[in-house]
């Protein structure tokens, strides 16, 4: 029975993602660590209308915000204790991190 942890990084400072997504592919092939990815997905734009006045009858509006998020998408199989170990350190305030963790059994085992 093997477990595999998925980690997915979001942020909008491109350079803080890419230098936490390096530190964390430098650590887990530093302790031997089978890993695959970074992964990127495509940067996704968005666009935030602000309102000039919160009263619901005043359709003034200056110009939406826009920003941009990138993902970051890497998978670490086996090796709890380094999934542990990476998913508990502290990440910067400008990224968002997702852990999701999947049991996967063996071809040919029915329980």
Sequence with gaps: MTFVTRLTLQSGDRDALDG????????????????????????????????????????RQFSSWTYTVFTRELEIHGHDGIARNLTEREFPDSIHVEVEVEQRRGTGRTN
Excluded: M
């Design 20 to 59: 936490t997504v390096d530190d964390i592919k430098t650590t887990a092939e530093r302790k031997g660590a089978a890993l695959k990815g970074p992964h990127s997905h495509p940067p996704e734009k968005f666009s935030v209308p602000q309102h000039q006045r919160l009263h619901a009858d005043d359709e």
